[in-house]
Each structure stands twice: as structure tokens, then as C-alpha cells.
């Protein structure tokens, strides 16, 4: 499996707004189509956005804040993985991990130390992914009661995790 982190065109715009989690998990993650509009209203966020595509198929959307000064509870940062999310119909294959590793690497080369992220705190949730990862609660939720992680980084992950 090659995973791909991809711009997001006029060529594979609409191939990636059908992207989409399970009915059950819309309470987690925004729509595609929601996580752009929160980044054009956001845009003191820096976000930076792509396609998730595994051997040549969009399967995800990823966001962050890029590099952004930190102005909490609103902003978090300046690493923060703002928006994952791998399509219904591809989860369970690794992408997720394989996208969390590629922006882990891609932000430490940036000079990055952490990269910091949040969860609702319900069952069925991603806390439980984010942890198998290395990610671990700061102790503190955002306004929302979204609980935020951090992973530090340089991040080595011990091997593929189990699916």
C-alpha cells in the first residue's frame, strides 16, 4: 500500500467531497465539504489541507494548523492535526497510521517538537487510535470538551499497528 498526501484540485475536488465516515462517526470528524468551510473561516488558523490517496485512490482528508501562534482556546498549535478522517469504506487498512506518521515527519522537519491533537471524549471515538499511536492528554479540553493529545516528536512508531 502507498499512501499519498495529494493537493486537492479542480481535478479530484469532487472525488474527495464524497468521501465520508460511517453514519456512527459523524459526531467525530466534520464532512470534507465542512472541514474546507471551517478552513476558509478560519483562516488565522493557517490551515493546510489534502487528499488521503492509497495506491492511487482518494480514501481520506487530512487538516492542520500550520505553524500557527497558539491563541487558545480557539487556536491550537502550531502543530495541531486539526481534521483525519479515512473514508467508511477504507478504514481498518492502515491509512490513518500511515497518514499520522507522514505529518509527523513532515511537521519534525519543520522543526516541529509535537504535534497536538483533540477527541470527543465518547465511546466509539478515535481516542483509542490516537493512543495506540503515542499520543497522550495534556490534561487540558478545549471549549467543546474536546480532550487534546500531544505526540512528541521526533516520533519513531515501534511497527504497524494492529488493525
Keep these: 500500500m502507498v499512501v499519498v498526501l495529494r493537493e486537492i484540485t479542480d481535478d479530484n475536488?469532487?472525488?474527495v467531497l464524497e468521501l465520508h465516515v460511517s453514519?456512527?462517526?459523524e459526531r467525530f470528524v466534520s464532512s470534507v465539504r465542512g472541514s474546507l468551510r471551517e478552513a476558509a473561516e478560519y483562516p488565522h488558523a493557517k490551515p493546510w489541507y489534502r487528499a488521503v490517496y492509497a495506491d492511487g485512490e482518494p480514501v481520506g482528508f487530512v487538516m492542520l494548523s500550520w505553524n500557527?501562534?497558539?491563541r487558545p482556546p480557539?487556536?491550537?498549535g502550531p502543530w495541531f492535526l486539526w481534521?483525519?478522517?479515512v473514508d467508511e469504506r477504507h478504514q481498518g487498512r492502515g491509512h490513518g497510521f500511515e497518514v499520522v506518521r507522514q505529518i509527523a515527519e513532515l511537521v519534525a522537519a519543520e522543526g516541529a517538537t509535537e504535534l497536538l491533537t483533540s477527541y470527543v471524549p465518547e465511546d466509539g471515538g478515535p481516542a483509542g487510535f490516537y493512543?495506540?499511536?503515542g499520543f497522550v492528554p495534556t490534561g487540558e479540553s478545549d471549549p467543546d470538551g474536546e480532550v487534546l493529545m500531544r505526540l512528541a516528536l521526533p516520533w519513531t512508531p515501534a511497527g504497524r499497528?494492529?488493525?
Design 13 to 15: 475536488r469532487d472525488s
Design 23 to 25: 453514519p456512527g462517526q
Design 68 to 70: 500557527v501562534e497558539p
Design 74 to 76: 480557539e487556536i491550537h
Design 83 to 85: 481534521k483525519l478522517l
Design 131 to 133: 493512543e495506540r499511536l
Design 161 to 163: 499497528l494492529p488493525a
